[in-house]
């Protein structure tokens, strides 16, 4: 397989597993673990991996992946964690669903609660939930970001401060070894620091891809929210902290 095939599967494993060893690529695709290393080299002179020791990751770099990309990644771990969490989101209460492809997921979990106000600022969680009749759904206002239909800014924040949630579920970009959450658009920063603010209680729906990425902007600890669902055991310095915090993790099963 020549150089320019092997690359472009190369970025897809990268984007579904977080990151990629030279012997399992060596392996896949049946070639030198020296071709291999020449590749990663490559695509990392080129921008879209970073070298690590035995192989690469994905870029921490200040700008997130694209909403299709992002959509795609991980799908059945998201939707092992949406039903895990929707599990937990009781009927008849106020409820917001953030930015992200994670509650949006868990959006398509709820279709069958009944007795829901859920304001959100996301506008494919709400074209979601529009097919629930028992669901009433606010969306805020905002500037409109094109790449995934999130609302930010000033104007989502002031919406959101009209409201006191039962709960929210919310999502991040990266999810850093020390339990901070954290995002590319400081703007949605503000938005979801306002959700927190408001909200009784806030469940998080991250995967664990999340865990090998990097984000610029700090949202919160781990120790502001009461649950965590994702598909896999946290790291276990995270978890100790998670327990000192008396921050819940669930890991879904797939």
């Avoid at 071709?35 to 002179?45: F, S």
């Avoid at 909403?67 to 939707?79: G, I, S, V």
């Avoid at 009749?133 to 206002?141: A, M, Q």
């Avoid at 790449?147 to 409201?163: H, M």
Wanted: charged residues 25%.
């Amino acid at each position: 397989m020549s150089q320019s095939f092997r690359q472009p599967e190369i970025l897809e494993i990268a984007r579904r597993d977080g990151k990629v060893t030279v012997d399992a690529l060596a392996a896949h695709f049946g070639v030198t673990l020296q071709t291999i290393r020449r590749d990663l080299t490559e695509l990392a002179e080129a921008g879209r991996l970073e070298r690590v020791h035995g192989g690469a990751i994905l870029p921490s770099g200040v700008s997130n992946i694209g909403y299709e990309e992002r959509r795609a990644l991980n799908q059945d771990a998201k939707t092992a964690i949406a039903r895990a969490c929707a599990a937990e989101v009781p009927e008849n209460i106020s409820l917001f669903l953030n930015i992200g492809t994670s509650t949006e997921a868990v959006a398509r979990e709820l279709l069958g609660h009944r007795n829901m106000l859920v304001v959100t600022n996301n506008m494919n969680v709400a074209n979601i939930l529009a097919a629930n009749p028992d669901c009433e759904v606010i969306v805020t206002g905002g500037n409109l970001r094109r790449s995934d239909g999130g609302l930010v800014g000033t104007l989502a924040a002031e919406t959101i401060r009209q409201f006191k949630f039962d709960l929210a579920v919310i999502g991040c970009s990266a999810l850093d070894r020390d339990g901070d959450l954290l995002d590319f658009d400081i703007q949605e920063v503000g938005v979801s620091q306002t959700i927190l603010r408001q909200s009784r209680r806030t469940f998080l729906a991250v995967d664990h891809s999340k865990l090998k990425r990097s984000a610029p902007a700090r949202i919160a600890s781990l120790a502001e929210l009461d649950c965590v669902f994702t598909d896999r055991p946290l790291p276990p310095e995270l978890m100790r902290l998670c327990q000192v915090w008396d921050t819940r993790v669930v890991a879904a099963q797939g």
